[in-house]
């Protein structure tokens, strides 16, 4: 049974940084790439940074300059790194596992930045 499970979520005050982590477990089969995305109450889910396997990346504009997006030394990991938080950052944040037939998802983590 596959597995995809998010970490290091919390509340953090604006200005601050938080460091979320995914790990994957089971027989996941071929991975394309990884990423991050988030939706905010009321709002569609929308992706904040992807990695492929190849080590491309890609960014949100909203979050470029801040937010880092790395792979684990464990296979089918994947950090993103967030500083200087700010407000419009607060959603929950699920992380994707791409494959080359589809993907699989985890439960979310929640960020809550206060002002």
């Known amino acids: 049974q596959v597995q995809v499970v998010e970490s290091g979520g919390g509340l953090v005050q604006a200005g601050g940084s938080l460091r979320l982590s995914c790990a994957t477990s089971?027989?996941?089969?071929?991975?394309?790439?990884m990423g991050w995305y988030r939706q905010a109450p009321g709002k569609r889910r929308d992706l904040v940074a992807r990695?492929?396997?190849?080590?491309?990346?890609n960014y949100a504009d909203s979050v470029k300059g801040r937010f880092t997006i790395s792979r684990g030394s464990a296979a089918k990991t994947v950090f993103l790194q967030m500083n200087n938080l700010k407000p419009e950052d607060t959603a929950v944040y699920y992380c994707?596992?791409?494959?080359?037939?589809?993907?699989?998802w985890g439960q979310g983590t929640q960020v809550t930045v206060s002002s």
């Open positions: 994707n596992v791409g494959l080359l037939g589809g993907d699989y």
């Open positions: 990695i492929t396997t190849g080590g491309s990346t």
């Open positions: 089971g027989s996941i089969g071929r991975v394309s790439a």
